[in-house]
């Protein structure tokens, strides 16, 4: 039996990208896959397209801003009651936008933190309220960063939204672990998607930041949904408040790959 058989999952940020590689592969391990998406409806069909050819039984595709409240609260309307109910949010929707710290205007600032950290904690709370109503029992995941603890100067809202991810992850998981509901995230390195374009097709640029990193190469979106499928599975049952991070070692300080501090 597939480790997910059965199982509902909503994905937010489902059209591409980690999002979408995370819904096909929730899909081909047997769970039942509620695509968010934002704009691209296109894409987000495609998404299920692939899904529906991968496994389970039941997938839909669900439009939301997750910065809204009155759209969150109907996106989970609308899975819950297509799937059934919910037994798995993958908070996967964040944006990103460079710009110098002395620069950076509030409405910029304040839109990525209401995508990254307010969306995700909203999102949570629904699930939350879902899977308190039927008695407990839940896996919330989190996409993080790399960037919740390495800084990422000319992107002080992005790292800011990663470093509350992470306490938000903390918090909720020892909060409701006596409910039987687990929490926790996965913190992404350089991965080829397209919030990553800027450097994923200019050789010398991809040189540069794959330079950095000691697996030497950017790691795939399929890399980080198979990290997803895990923490979400039983085979992670007595894991919860914890960052998983898939960086091809970028958390190991690369920099003192050579003693020179010595």
């Not at 691209?40 to 669900?62: D, F, P, Y």
């Not at 798995?88 to 509030?106: K, R």
Request: with cysteine.
């Amino acid at each position: 039996m597939s480790k997910l058989s059965g199982k509902n999952v909503l994905i937010t940020g489902a059209s591409s990208g980690i999002g979408a590689a995370t819904a096909v592969r929730f899909a081909q391990d047997g769970a039942n896959v509620a695509i968010n998406y934002y704009q691209e409806q296109h894409e987000a069909e495609a998404v299920r397209a692939k899904a529906e050819k991968a496994g389970g039984s039941k997938h839909l595709i669900v439009k939301a801003d997750v910065s809204k409240e009155d759209e969150v609260k109907q996106m989970f309307a609308t899975a819950i009651s297509e799937l059934g109910s919910l037994d798995v949010l993958v908070n996967n929707s964040g944006i990103q936008a460079a710009s110098p710290s002395d620069e950076l205007e509030m409405k910029d600032f304040d839109r990525i933190l209401a995508v990254n950290l307010r969306g995700a904690f909203m999102c949570a709370r629904e699930a939350l309220k879902h899977f308190l109503s039927r008695g407990g029992a839940g896996v919330i995941l989190i996409n993080s960063s790399v960037h919740e603890i390495i800084p990422k100067p000319t992107y002080v809202s992005y790292s800011i939204s990663k470093g509350g991810i992470e306490n938000l992850t903390k918090t909720l998981a020892l909060e409701y672990a006596s409910r039987g509901i687990r929490v926790n995230a996965v913190g992404p390195g350089a991965i080829v998607t397209p919030i990553n374009e800027a450097w994923i097709n200019d050789p010398k640029k991809r040189g540069e930041v794959e330079s950095h990193i000691p697996m030497g190469r950017a790691g795939t979106p399929e890399e980080i949904a198979s990290v997803f499928a895990f923490l979400a599975s039983d085979d992670a049952s007595y894991i919860t408040g914890q960052t998983i991070f898939a960086c091809g070692g970028l958390t190991l300080y690369p920099e003192f790959r050579t003693s020179w501090s010595s």
